[in-house]
């Protein structure tokens, strides 16, 4: 598609500029110094100031603000007429009954672990009950169970073996072995796309208070997942594709593709050994993650998410919409980047863990509509300008993460929202 094209043009360009191949075969003598610091990427200072990023959330947007259907005329549909938010494709999404429907395992009277609600069984209680559960269905290795049972959120001490037990990932010796050879090719060969993996690390990571202690993880785990090409075979049985580029000399042929990742820093709580971080993360990409950086009419692709988040805030908070829209204050560009990186970098880790329990638990990323809804409204009120907003919400990413998830997981609470509001 378009994106694509546009993601290849610019490493090209960048390739003309820097006179850089996309591939080359790393010297001897500097394989040996990859291998030997390959626990200590983190300390590398490569200079970077030449390279910049391909991937910009807001450069995505305008593309998904674009997008029309050449079949549809807005005459022939009246629900879809009077919607007046950026994304103009009419996709069916969700309405709160069916999403209290949906999601009925977050009603108000269930308890939720990290979430103080008005349920009969007092928090501590449900938390020690739901521990004993948690280690049942680990013993029973009933991945169905463990899905069912992360919608109410997972033990911090069961989570890594949980997330696992769903995504049907293990430790066998070949599993092991697939993760070595991927890190050979990384030792052998350099890709023009190591670099902007280096430079969206340090950019991203080795910044944040959270995620910088793990900045050797994720040069392993991303160089690794660049080389992988058993996650092209993942798009060849879906509509969606990855933004990703081509060896020199090797273009249109899928076996020489190189491809730009997502992050992967807050699995680092959860896994510390590589092989096993590398195909939890490989699993949620293909999974769930992947859905976030490509075009497709999925209820659960940014398309679908970004047309969720308008069409409940412009139905449940008319007043609030209008608002923002007239003082030049689109609310899907202030929520597109919570929900394309799912909320990662945004919230507090174990705030972030417990929301993608509940992907996991779903098999669905609805829920970061949602949650990027009760975020706008809690944020919004009273604002005059875009700047206003962005300050609002910056200063509550970490002291109201805990109120913002608990409303976020309520879909129930939404309607009450908008009239308190």
Same mark, same amino acid.
């Given at each position: &598609? $378009?994106?694509?094209?546009? !993601?290849?043009? $610019? +490493?090209?360009?960048? @390739?003309?500029?820097?006179?850089?191949?996309?591939?080359?075969?790393?010297?001897?003598?500097?394989?040996?110094?990859?291998?030997?610091?390959?626990?200590?990427?983190?300390?590398?200072?490569?200079?970077?100031?030449?390279?910049?990023?391909? /991937?910009?959330?807001?450069?995505?947007?305008?593309?998904?603000?674009?997008?029309?259907?050449?079949?549809?005329?807005?005459?022939?549909?009246?629900?879809?007429?009077?919607?007046? &938010?950026?994304?103009?494709?009419?996709?069916?999404?969700?309405?709160?009954?069916?999403?209290?429907?949906?999601?009925?395992?977050?009603?108000?009277?269930?308890?939720?672990?990290? !979430?103080?609600?008005?349920?009969?069984?007092?928090?501590?209680?449900?938390?020690?009950?739901?521990?004993?559960?948690?280690?049942?269905?680990?013993?029973?290795?009933? $991945?169905?169970?463990?899905?069912?049972?992360?919608?109410?959120?997972?033990?911090?001490?069961?989570?890594?073996?949980?997330?696992?037990?769903? +995504?049907?990932?293990?430790?066998?010796?070949?599993?092991?072995?697939? /993760?070595?050879?991927?890190?050979?090719?990384?030792?052998?060969?350099?890709?023009?796309?190591?670099?902007?993996? /280096?430079?969206?690390?340090? *950019?991203?990571?080795?910044?944040?208070?959270?995620?910088?202690? =793990?900045?050797?993880?994720?040069?392993?785990?991303? +160089?690794?997942?660049?080389?992988?090409?058993?996650?092209?075979?993942?798009?060849?049985?879906?509509?969606?594709?990855?933004?990703? $580029? /081509?060896?020199?000399?090797?273009?249109?042929?899928?076996?020489?593709?190189?491809?730009?990742?997502?992050?992967?820093?807050?699995? @680092?709580?959860?896994?510390?050994?590589?092989?096993?971080?590398?195909?939890?993360?490989?699993?949620?990409?293909?999974? =769930?993650?992947?859905?976030?950086?490509?075009?497709?009419?999925?209820?659960?692709?940014?398309?679908?998410? @970004?047309? *969720?988040?308008?069409?409940?805030?412009?139905?449940?908070?008319?007043?609030?919409?209008?608002?923002?829209?007239?003082?030049?204050?689109?609310?899907?560009?202030?929520?597109?980047?919570?929900?394309?990186?799912?909320?990662? &970098?945004?919230?507090?880790?174990?705030? *972030?863990?417990?929301?993608?329990?509940?992907?996991? &638990?779903?098999?669905?990323?609805?829920?970061?509509?949602?949650?990027?809804?009760?975020?706008? @409204?809690?944020?919004?009120?009273?604002?005059?300008? !875009?700047?206003?907003?962005?300050? !609002?919400?910056?200063?509550?990413?970490?002291?109201?993460?805990?109120?913002?998830?608990?409303?976020?997981?309520?879909?129930? +609470?939404?309607?009450?929202?908008?009239?308190?509001?």
């Amino acid at each position: &598609g $378009s994106w694509e094209k546009r !993601i290849l043009k $610019s +490493l090209n360009s960048m @390739c003309t500029e820097l006179s850089i191949p996309l591939a080359r075969k790393r010297p001897v003598g500097e394989q040996k110094e990859l291998l030997n610091k390959w626990n200590e990427m983190g300390t590398d200072e490569p200079d970077l100031s030449l390279f910049r990023p391909v /991937y910009a959330p807001k450069d995505f947007l305008e593309v998904l603000i674009n997008l029309r259907n050449p079949n549809y005329e807005n005459g022939d549909s009246l629900s879809f007429r009077t919607h007046l &938010g950026l994304i103009q494709v009419p996709l069916k999404v969700k309405d709160i009954p069916e999403l209290k429907e949906f999601f009925v395992e977050l009603g108000l009277t269930t308890g939720q672990l990290g !979430i103080d609600d008005s349920t009969q069984v007092p928090p501590e209680l449900f938390e020690n009950e739901h521990v004993r559960i948690g280690q049942k269905v680990l013993t029973e290795q009933d $991945s169905a169970a463990a899905q069912q049972y992360v919608r109410q959120g997972s033990p911090t001490a069961l989570r890594a073996e949980l997330w696992a037990l769903i +995504l049907n990932i293990s430790s066998h010796p070949e599993d092991i072995l697939y /993760y070595e050879q991927l890190k050979t090719n990384v030792i052998q060969h350099d890709l023009l796309v190591d670099s902007l993996i /280096y430079k969206d690390v340090k *950019l991203t990571a080795s910044n944040d208070d959270y995620y910088f202690v =793990f900045e050797d993880y994720l040069y392993q785990v991303l +160089l690794c997942f660049s080389r992988d090409t058993s996650v092209l075979s993942h798009f060849a049985y879906n509509s969606a594709s990855p933004p990703k $580029s /081509y060896i020199r000399g090797k273009l249109g042929l899928e076996e020489y593709a190189v491809f730009y990742p997502p992050n992967v820093a807050p699995l @680092c709580f959860l896994y510390h050994e590589p092989s096993k971080l590398y195909q939890i993360f490989r699993e949620m990409y293909v999974r =769930f993650f992947f859905r976030l950086h490509s075009i497709s009419s999925h209820p659960s692709g940014i398309v679908s998410l @970004c047309l *969720l988040f308008e069409t409940l805030l412009q139905t449940y908070l008319p007043q609030l919409f209008y608002h923002l829209r007239e003082i030049g204050a689109q609310p899907l560009r202030i929520s597109f980047k919570w929900m394309v990186r799912a909320f990662s &970098g945004y919230l507090a880790t174990d705030q *972030l863990l417990l929301l993608w329990d509940r992907i996991l &638990g779903y098999n669905s990323l609805e829920i970061l509509a949602g949650k990027s809804l009760i975020l706008f @409204c809690f944020s919004a009120c009273k604002i005059d300008s !875009i700047v206003s907003i962005t300050r !609002i919400i910056r200063e509550l990413k970490i002291s109201q993460s805990i109120e913002l998830f608990s409303l976020a997981n309520k879909p129930a +609470l939404l309607k009450g929202w908008a009239n308190q509001t």
